[in-house]
């Protein structure tokens, strides 16, 4: 052992053992759970991204071609499982005639045929024919429905949102579908079409600008293929101003001069940073970091048991001293030893929190919301930890299993039920209420070596969301570290005062 720094042969000693291993893996697998957790809940919304699809279908032949886009509401592209119904409608009843479905990621295309059976049951009314398209993300659910147009040579064609183009002679006609975004001063153009022949370009102007006076005026976006393109342009160079709403005029020009002129667009204007919110405000919920930092204290309860409580009962400390080793780096390597052991595992498990989520979604908490949370949490940990050290130094083997299970009930449980009654006896069922018990639960955690944990979750919650998670008066900063600190000193400290007058025979 006098080869081996003591601090790193007890810390491996309490890090890579089966017990302490398969601890670590639960945490991986609660990480990892929890951003499943935020996956499904994210998923379960609606609204949250938007779908674009146009859809061409030859009456004759049966032939069918879908275009399908998909951005998050950040306008990043996003994976999608995709459900689409041929429906035909009779008297308000919708009738399936087909049914596929896909993954996409983002932009995506499907060609098929319809069945002969399907295509004489078309009807010829093809107001009555629509597409449906179910689009589940892992941030929420839509569903569009288009009725298919007439496109001309017996083609027909659904899109949604519709962009419609028509020639400024009114003859002929260009469906296409898609978006206009502006994030920041980005002008972003997003259009699934089929042009009519090869070297169209797209212009942009302003929604008042019609006709070609509006042409003169617009700015070339580029060149236009089939499937879905995407242009950008700063909003300065059309003049937009970011702050009020103004619409959008799309032009087709082909090479031989003739124009196409869409419909007034609106634009979607982008908030950043509204799925990284959602991510913190799941992630921070009761069934979310709330619900598996119950379970945290545990861990270091069974560390302290095992580097002293436990080698304590069976003597194995008695004879660790008979060594030319004293009693107080035996008592400072097993303390550090378990430090460095709650750090990794509150490390091993937002590591594997943030690399899923990441994987899942695209997006993890801030960084720094990530510091203060592991902070907290691992705080929390440390000043418990300290707690059950000091506690395995005059209990050893079964009695110290009893009493701090006693003790992590009482900080997790218990002492948050006191909180509730003392609220309320002091206030009752008074408007008052509210205000006073959140109050005592924040001074409660004062007193609570596990306090940390809820100290972080409360500073993440007031930077992230002001408007809806008012000040608590009571909570300071500068109070939360000097608590966290005297948890951890001071049974630190009243530990090593027991610890070196006790009988490490029993």
């Given at each position: ?449 596990l306090g940390l944990t809820s100290f972080a979750t409360y500073f993440v919650n007031r ?44």
């Open positions: 052992m006098s080869d081996v720094n003591p601090i790193f042969y007890d810390f491996k000693r309490a890090f890579i053992r089966p017990a302490t291993l398969v601890t670590l893996a639960v945490f991986i697998l609660v990480g990892v759970g929890l951003s499943y957790l935020v996956s499904i809940s994210l998923s379960m919304g609606a609204g949250s991204s938007y779908p674009a699809f146009l859809a061409k279908l030859d009456v004759e032949t049966g032939e069918l071609t879908m275009h399908y886009n998909i951005y998050d509401s950040e306008m990043r592209r996003t994976t999608a499982n995709v459900e689409v119904n041929l429906l035909v409608e009779e008297n308000g009843v919708y009738q399936t005639l087909k049914t596929f479905a896909f993954r996409a990621d983002g932009y995506h295309v499907v060609e098929t045929t319809l069945e002969s059976d399907i295509i004489r049951s078309l009807p010829e009314d093809t107001g009555r024919l629509l597409f449906e398209v179910r689009s589940s993300t892992p941030f929420g659910f839509n569903s569009i429905v288009a009725r298919f147009i007439k496109g001309g040579g017996g083609v027909l064609y659904a899109s949604t949102p519709l962009i419609y183009f028509s020639s400024l002679d009114g003859t002929k006609s260009v469906y296409s579908a898609g978006y206009v975004f502006l994030k920041n001063d980005e002008l972003t153009i997003s259009m699934l079409i089929e042009p009519p022949g090869d070297g169209f370009e797209l212009y942009c102007t302003f929604s008042t600008d019609t006709g070609n006076a509006g042409l003169e005026k617009a700015l070339l976006a580029g060149n236009v293929s089939t499937g879905l393109n995407v242009f950008k342009t700063n909003a300065s160079e059309l003049g937009l101003n970011a702050s009020t709403t103004t619409g959008i005029m799309l032009y087709l020009k082909n090479p031989e001069g003739l124009t196409y002129l869409s419909g007034a667009l609106p634009v979607i204007r982008i908030q950043t940073g509204i799925i990284q919110r959602r991510i913190t405000n799941i992630a921070l919920g009761t069934a979310g970091l709330g619900l598996f930092s119950q379970f945290f204290p545990i861990v270091v309860l069974y560390l302290a048991y095992t580097l002293v409580a436990k080698p304590k009962g069976i003597g194995a400390l008695e004879f660790l001293i008979a060594r030319p080793v004293t009693r107080l780096e035996v008592y400072v390597t097993r303390f550090t030893a378990g430090v460095l052991t709650a750090l990794a595992s509150t490390g091993v498990f937002f590591a594997a929190f943030n690399a899923s989520i990441f994987l899942l979604t695209g997006y993890s908490i801030e960084a720094s919301y990530t510091v203060i949370l592991f902070l907290g949490v691992a705080g929390s940990l440390i000043a418990f930890y300290s707690v059950c050290y000091m506690l395995s130094t005059v209990a050893s083997g079964g009695k110290y299993l009893a009493v701090s299970i006693i003790l992590y009930l009482f900080f997790t449980m218990i002492m948050g039920i006191l909180v509730f009654i003392l609220a309320y006896f002091m206030h009752g069922f008074t408007p008052r209420l509210v205000e006073e018990l959140q109050k005592l639960q924040y001074t409660s955690y004062y007193f609570n070596p930077a992230e969301f002001p408007d809806i998670y008012a000040e608590v008066s009571v909570v300071n900063p500068y109070l939360v570290v000097a608590a966290g600190a005297a948890w951890t000193l001071v049974p630190f400290l009243l530990g090593w005062t027991l610890f070196r007058k006790a009988n490490l025979s029993r």
